[in-house]
């Protein structure tokens, strides 16, 4: 991509610095959030399924010193800015170009401790496709909720987890697709405001699993009942999203 096209983003309260293209898809909280929902250990492996330009990766491995960062991303501008990404922060990650239905040979003969994912919200045949290429390669599906399942589940070792973040419109489809291949669900809904329905909700499962089913507190992200225009975030996702504090599933305020 062309310099001019490119921004220079601060995440995490400035500890990282992301390039990303001033037209299309930009990287807000919700991968900031994911990121901060994986129960991670220095020298544990993680695998960021669709992970554009590296934000929930490399915000993980900002938060976990040690973690061995990979990725996997169908849009070849935007691997090359993941690998950009990591080197401009002084991280590692290993980034393949690809689709997940049909994954590089080299990554099908790997598995990882944890698989995460951002998927696209929207179904498109229920709604209509944006005009820019890269914000609709972000938001609307191509590759069926099931297949980004099935692909997470393969890559993830034993006793792993893997997590996504989506829309709460599209849970029954997602719970059922984990259900299918993985145990141990928790799920963890993210409140924008007191008195809304959420919007967005994270789910866990692990790979071979036993535990119930344990629907968690949801994560309040903002303070007071009306938006007025600044970043009211509570104590808690503020702490979140600066990298203080990890999204602890059983520990909501």
């Known amino acids: 991509m062309d310099e001019a096209t490119l921004s220079r983003d601060a995440f995490l309260g400035g500890r990282l610095m992301l390039c990303q293209p001033k037209r299309g898809y930009r990287a807000g909280v919700d991968p900031v959030l994911l990121a901060?929902?994986?129960?991670?250990?220095?020298?544990?492996?993680?695998?960021?399924?669709?992970?554009?330009?590296?934000?929930?990766?490399?915000?993980?491995g900002m938060r976990v010193p040690g973690l061995v960062l990979a990725g996997v991303e169908r849009q070849a501008d935007h691997a090359a800015l993941a690998i950009r990404n990591a080197s401009l922060n002084g991280l590692e990650m290993e980034v393949f170009t690809g689709d997940l239905a049909e994954l590089p040979a080299a990554l099908r003969q790997r598995q990882f401790d944890h698989v995460i994912a951002n998927p696209p919200y929207f179904r498109r045949d229920a709604s209509v496709a944006g005009p820019d290429p890269s914000r609709?390669?972000?938001?609307?599906?191509?590759?069926?909720?099931?297949?980004?399942?099935?692909?997470?589940?393969?890559?993830?070792?034993p006793g792993g987890t893997v997590t996504f973040i989506h829309r709460t419109e599209r849970l029954p489809e997602l719970l059922t697709a984990f259900a299918a291949r993985l145990g141990s669900l928790e799920l963890k809904p993210l409140v924008p405001r007191r008195g809304r329905e959420s919007q967005l909700a994270l789910l866990r499962g692990r790979k071979g699993g036993r535990a119930a089913f344990r629907l968690h507190d949801g994560l309040l992200v903002h303070a007071g009942e009306s938006y007025g225009g600044r970043a009211d975030y509570t104590p808690l996702a503020a702490a979140i999203l600066r990298g203080e504090s990890a999204l602890e599933f059983h520990a909501a305020r």
Do not use: H
């Open 36 to 60: 901060a929902s994986v129960p991670a250990k220095p020298g544990q492996s993680l695998l960021d399924l669709g992970c554009g330009v590296g934000t929930a990766a490399l915000c993980a």
């Open 136 to 157: 609709e390669a972000a938001y609307g599906e191509a590759t069926p909720l099931d297949t980004w399942v099935a692909a997470a589940a393969r890559r993830t070792a």
